[in-house]
Structure formats: C-alpha cells, structure tokens
C-alpha cells in the first residue's frame, strides 16, 4: 500500500513538473478521442434508428386483383409465421383510396373524377422491434414476393442499400482515423514522458545507484501515462457530452420533421467506460515506449 501511494505521489509530482507538455499530451489525447468518440456517437444512433424500424411499416405486399377472401387470409398466415415479422395488417382498395385521399387534403378533388379505384389491396408488414434492419427487411421482402397471389412488394430496397454502404464506410472509416490519431497520441504521451524522464535523470541516477529496480523506477512514469489517458479521455468525453446537449434539441426537431421519430441518444456507460480504457491504454503505451529506454543508453 505504501508502495501505490509513492508510485502515486511520484507520477503526480512528474505531471506538476511538467504542466505544460503534461497538458500538450492531455489535449491531444482528448482531440484523438473526441474524434472516435464522435464517430461512435453517430454510427450509434444511425443503428439505433434502424432498430426502431420495427414499428414502423417496412415491407408492403400488394396483391393480384380479384383475390377471394379467403386467398387472403392464407396470405396473412403464410406471412404472419415468419420469423421477422411482428404483424401483418390487411389494407382493402377502398381503404387504400381513402387514406390516399386524406394524405392529399386539401387536393383531393383530383380524384372525382376517377370512374375506378385504380389501388389495389396490400398488406402492410411489420417486423419484429430490434431484428428490423437492412438485412432483415431484405429477408423478409424477398419471401413475401415469393408468396403467390403477391404482385409486386415495396420496401424501399435503393435507400437500404444505400444506408448499408454508408454504415460499412462509416465504421471503416471511423476505425482508421481512430487508429491513426489514438497512435500519434501514444508518440506526443512517449515524447512527454521522455522530457520528464531526461529532467529528472539525476534523481534516476541516484535511485538506479541505491538498488532501485528498473520496474521501480519506471512505474511512476507508467502512471503518469495513465493519468495523462484518464484525463485525455474525460475531457474528450466532457466536450463531448456538453456538444451532444447543445446540438440534441435542434437536431431532434429536424429529424421529427425528416423521419417522423427518432430517439437521439448519448453513448451508454459501457462506451464511456471503453473510451476511458483507450485513453489509459494510449497514455499507458506512450510512456512505456519511453521508460523502456530507460536503464539502456
């Protein structure tokens, strides 16, 4: 126990020592972090709003004109079973052209002059809450339009194909970036180290004279990393949330417009824990890059 709190005592003195490259490598882990943590925020609730597709009608199958009641009915148990899908709604022309009429308001006289209902009869299909995603929605889609009496299904194939490529892109990039800055941050916390190493070789010295194990000697430096990475990670974090509740309110308004709803939410602790843990493992990796010279030249 006394052992931890001079290996403490000692990696706060280093920090103290030497506020401002001490800061220099504080601040450039938070940038390196802020940046993965943005990324993580985004893909995050980019994900969660394509989990919420479950309550909302993602597949609609329409069917063969003049079908009997009970073809239909065979339809909705044939569909119903599959595993994806949470219900199956029935939508007759008629109530296809009557909320078709509604939607246009205030323009729905152009359709008195019709002489016959040109909609046809659908089935509105929606998935399971949580297992509604790209994959999923194809899944099921292609099924339904396997099933016969079902002439065409709309599911809106261009846009999920569209969405998938930008998530694999998002989370490709996301890792590069994040790995290129996170290592540049383990050089600038390794540089740090070394000047605080090289300001106080004399005291080494006379340690390394003593008996001092090299294990002894560089363990308050090894802290002074971690520290550095906590630190780095909590201000990345901080930044992080403060924008995330200043932007949350507006952005949550254009999306209700845009999409109808969705739910932006914060990293889970889980995130903000694993955040942390990089940052203490980037601080960790810069200053043992360094003290391990050290006993060598």
Request: proline share 3%.
């Amino acid at each position: 126990m006394h052992r931890i709190v001079y290996f403490l005592k000692r990696a706060f003195r280093g920090i103290r020592g030497n506020p401002t490259v001490s800061l220099l490598s504080v601040i450039t882990i938070a940038v390196s972090l802020l940046t993965l943590g943005a990324f993580l925020l985004l893909y995050q609730n980019l994900r969660a709003s394509a989990a919420t597709w479950g309550g909302d009608v993602q597949v609609v199958a329409y069917l063969a004109e003049g079908m009997a009641p009970d073809e239909v009915n065979r339809l909705l148990e044939s569909i119903s079973g599959l595993p994806e899908v949470s219900a199956v709604k029935y939508v007759s022309r008629e109530d296809a052209l009557a909320r078709f009429r509604r939607d246009l308001g205030g323009q729905a006289g152009v359709l008195e002059g019709l002489s016959r209902n040109p909609l046809p009869a659908s089935l509105e299909v929606t998935l399971r809450e949580g297992g509604a995603g790209p994959t999923a929605v194809r899944t099921v889609a292609g099924r339904v339009r396997g099933i016969g009496g079902v002439e065409d299904v709309q599911y809106g194939e261009e846009w999920i194909a569209q969405y998938g490529a930008f998530m694999n892109f998002l989370r490709i990039l996301g890792l590069l970036l994040g790995g290129f800055l996170l290592a540049g941050s383990s050089l600038v916390v390794a540089n740090t180290i070394r000047l605080a190493v090289y300001a106080r070789r004399e005291e080494l010295e006379i340690l390394s004279l003593v008996g001092a194990s090299k294990p002894f000697v560089r363990i308050p430096f090894l802290i002074e990393g971690v520290l550095q990475g906590i630190l780095g990670g909590a201000l990345a974090l901080a930044i992080l949330y403060g924008a995330y509740r200043t932007v949350e309110p507006r952005l949550s308004k254009s999306l209700l417009l845009a999409a109808g709803h969705l739910d932006l939410a914060f990293l889970p602790a889980e995130a903000v824990l694993a955040l942390l843990g990089v940052g203490a493992a980037v601080g960790l990796i810069g200053s043992a890059l360094s003290v391990g010279r050290f006993g060598r030249s």
